[in-house]
């Protein structure tokens, strides 16, 4: 079940993924926000990540304005890699050198379409291992 969230600027891009995922027949789990009213993103960019670290969810995608301040707040996460991807080709690079586990969009500055885009891509792409998993058995800190 793939975890979904956003604040009130990413809730549009994020009421079209889940029609998206609707379509696709993919399950997920939406942490909010449920509205265009002004909220705080760190209230739903903790519970996803909770979500993903505990291997209830997997993979995520969040959204806010720039997608910068929820990115922010995932990664402080240990088990998370949050990645800010505005095109296509940054969401497959995400996924198979970085093995990132949720995708972060910048509902703000992205079209609803590449913005799918990078949604299907980065669910069907795979992590490539190889040199890449020496590079992430260095990030977490020890």
């Known amino acids: 079940m793939l975890a979904l969230c956003s604040d009130h600027a990413g809730f549009e891009l994020k009421s079209i993924i889940e029609g998206y995922l609707e379509a696709n027949s993919i399950p997920y ?3 909010g926000t449920y509205s265009t009213e002004s909220c705080d993103y760190p209230d739903f960019a903790h519970p996803c990540a909770l979500a993903v670290e505990s291997g209830e969810c997997y993979p995520g995608i969040a959204i806010c ?14 088990g998370i890699r949050a990645a800010l ?6 969401a497959r ?11 972060v969009l910048p509902g703000r500055f992205i079209e609803p379409s590449v913005a ?9 792409t795979a992590f490539a291992g190889g040199r890449h998993q020496r590079r992430l058995d260095k990030m977490p800190v020890k």
């Open 93 to 103: 690079l995400a996924r198979e050198h970085n093995d990132a586990n949720i995708l």
């Open 85 to 90: 991807c505005w095109q296509p080709e940054l």
């Open 116 to 124: 799918l885009e990078c949604v299907s891509v980065f669910l069907n």
């Open 65 to 78: 304005g720039t997608g910068n301040g929820i990115a922010m707040t995932l990664n402080k996460h240990q």
């Open 29 to 31: 789990k939406d942490f």
